[in-house]
C-alpha cells in the first residue's frame, strides 16, 4: 500500500467541501484521520485486545462505485447539502465518485431541467422523481443508472431518458425503480430495464457478479483487502458457516479452501448471485439459502448441523442474542466478525461474553470510508467453552420466534 505521505500528496480538498455532509473529515491530513479510526476501534476492543491492524485506504478520490443523487423540490438534481435536507447542490467536482460519473450526471441533469416532472415530497408524499442512483465496476466498463419514482408514470419519458443514456455509450444498464413506500430510501421495485443492469467486479481473482438492485460494497479495492485477510485467518479444510453472505463477497473466496461451506442472506436476489458466482469455484462445495438468519440457524440446529467456523458480517444494527445462542449450539470453534459499526461490535461482544468463554486473536480495521468517522473492522476470535446452562436456559424466551418446528 502506499504510504500516508504518498496518499496526502495526491489529494486536494472538494470544491464542495462546506456544503457537503459526505465528508466531513476531508480537511483533516489523512494521517490524522486513520489515527482517529485506530484510536477508537481500540478503545472499542480494549477489554479483548491491545494491537490493531490497519489497512489505510489505497486511494482518498474516486474510489466509490456508487453514487446517490436526490431531485430536491426546486427540481435541482445532486447531493443533499450539510444541515439542509430539503436543498441539493450540484455533483459537479465530487473527488469520490468517477469522472465518467460526471458525464452521466451532467446529461441527466440536463434532461430532467426540459421535463415537467414533479420532485417527491418526503414530507407530504406527494410527486414523482425521488433519486437518481449510479453504479460502475471499477474493474470493468460496466456503469447503471437506476431512476427511482414514486409511481408508474411517465413511462415516454423515462424511456427517451433510457435510450438517451444507453445511445451516447454513457451507461450500459438502466433501471427503472418504483418507490411507493414513505421512507426515504433510495431504493424501490423493478418496473422495467434497458441493457445490462447487471454488474462484475474482479477480486482475489474471482469474478463477482450482483444485481443493480442488491448490496456490494462502495469500495472494491478495500473490500479485496478485507477478503485477503479473513482468508489469511481460517485454516483450509474446515466447514464454514456464512451469516448475512450477500453475493458472497466472503464465500466464494472461502469455499476455495473450505471443505462446505453453507451461507444464509435475507435478499433472495443477492442469493441468486450468490449461486451463480459460486460457479467458477472448481467444486460444488457450498449451499446458499435465502431466509432470515435467525429462522436459518434455528433450522439447523433441528437438523442437527455443526460448523467449525462461522463468519458473521450483519448490517450496521449487528447481532443479537437469539443469533448468538443459535450460532453456539452448532459449535463452531471461531467466529469471524466483520463489523461496519463500532458500537453495535462492542455491545456484541458484550452479548457473547454472556454465553461463551473467547479470545480475540486478531483484530484489523480497513478504511473503506476515507473522510469519514465510518471503518470496518474484522475481529477473529476464538470460541472457548460454551456457557451451556446460560445458552440452554433461555430457550424458551418470548422474544425468541415460535415457528412451528421449535426448539425453544
Known sequence: MMDFEDLEASFT??????????????????SQQIMAKKSYIQDALKDYIAHITVFPAEKLQFHRNKVDWWYDGEKHLGFRKKGDIRHTFKNEGCLLASKASQDVYKHIESFLAQQQLTPYNIYTHEGYLRYVIYRESKSLPQRVVGI????????????????????NNLVSGVCWLVNTRYADTSEGDIQQQWGDCTLKENMSELVFEYPFTTFFQTNPQMAEHAQKFVLSRVTPGKTILDLFCGVGTFSI???????????VELSKEAIQAAKKNAQQLPTRNTTFIANDVAKQLQQLE?????????????????????IFRRMLRLFPKQLIYISCNPESLQRDLKWLAEYCDFEVKHAAIFDFFPHTDHVETIVDITLNEIKWNKVNSERRRPS???ASVELK
Not at 480538498?13 to 476531508?26: D, F, K, W
Not at 473466496?253 to 451461507?263: C, I, R, T, V
Not at 467456523?309 to 447481532?319: E, H, K, S, T
Open 13 to 30: 480538498p472538494c470544491m464542495h467541501l462546506n456544503e457537503c455532509q459526505g465528508c466531513p473529515r476531508m480537511s483533516d491530513a489523512y
Open 148 to 167: 427511482i419514482t414514486a409511481t408508474a408514470d411517465h413511462a415516454d419519458v423515462i424511456q427517451s431518458l433510457a435510450t438517451q443514456l444507453m445511445e
Open 253 to 263: 473466496p472461502l469455499a476455495k479452501q473450505a471443505d462446505y461451506l453453507f451461507g
Open 302 to 322: 433441528v437438523e442437527k448441523r455443526k460448523f467449525e467456523i462461522v463468519v458473521a458480517d450483519p448490517p450496521r444494527a449487528g447481532l443479537s442474542k437469539k
Open 400 to 402: 425468541e420466534d415460535t
